[in-house]
């Protein structure tokens, strides 16, 4: 028996048919902090480097990117 799943409130927001599909899936893995930022590689030891390479002033992590990166609210 499959189990419900527990309803979210942004679901229809993310899973809208005027967005495009990429742009839901990246925005849908932001969501869920799913997105492979520096800071998580790092952790995973893929690269050694926290700095975000699109402003090089903090540590790149969502947070930074979606609200606090010049370059990233510039774009």
């Known amino acids: 028996m499959l189990q419900q ?3 979210v409130g942004w679901s229809k927001l993310v ?3 005027s967005n495009l599909p990429k742009h839901s899936f990246i925005f849908w ?5 799913r997105l ?3 800071d998580k ?3 995973w ?3 050694n480097s926290l700095t975000c390479p699109l402003c090089n002033n903090e540590r790149e992590e969502i947070s930074h990117l979606f609200f606090c ?3 990233f609210n510039d774009v």
Request: aromatic share 8%.
């Open 36 to 38: 492979q930022t520096r």
């Open 29 to 33: 893995l932001a969501l869920l902090n």
């Open 45 to 47: 030891n893929v690269t």
């Open 5 to 7: 799943e527990h309803k």
């Open 15 to 17: 899973w809208s048919r």
């Open 41 to 43: 590689l790092c952790k």
């Open 69 to 71: 990166c010049k370059f």
